[in-house]
């Protein structure tokens, strides 16, 4: 049975940054995703069982990374110049299907982290 633990989320100002951990991974595909208040839940970013793809939504390009450590049991997500539109709780998630290029869709996903508070605010 697989458990996934974020943590690295907290109170930052417009243009700070952030490192999402997302322990448990294993040798899954790997899904980040958050929601805010009174709103769906988005992707955000995603990597593939085999590392070979990586996603991210528009709204992130350029300024997120997602990565992974083996060693370590971990996938992260650096955000770097971070916005108030940030805002929200961040879940990690994973797929049991081995695939070659990952989704940004909730339904494709079978195990849920607790999510973590990411606040930017001014």
């Known amino acids: 049975q697989l458990q996934l633990v974020e943590s690295g989320g907290g109170l930052v100002q417009p243009g700070q940054s952030l490192r999402l951990s997302c322990a448990g991974s294993g040798y899954y595909s790997i899904g980040w995703f958050r929601q805010a208040p009174g709103k769906e839940r988005e992707g955000v970013s995603c990597i593939s069982t085999n590392d070979a793809n990586t996603g991210y939504a528009d709204s992130v390009k350029g300024r997120f990374t997602i990565s992974r450590d083996y060693a370590k049991n971990t996938v992260y997500l650096q955000m770097n110049d971070l916005k108030p539109e940030d805002t929200g709780v961040y879940y990690c998630?994973?797929?049991?299907?081995?695939?070659?290029?990952?989704?940004?869709?909730?339904?494709?996903?079978?195990?849920w982290g607790q999510g973590t508070q990411v606040t930017v605010s001014s």
């Open positions: 998630a994973a797929r049991e299907t081995f695939v070659a290029m990952c989704a940004l869709v909730t339904y494709v996903y079978d195990y």
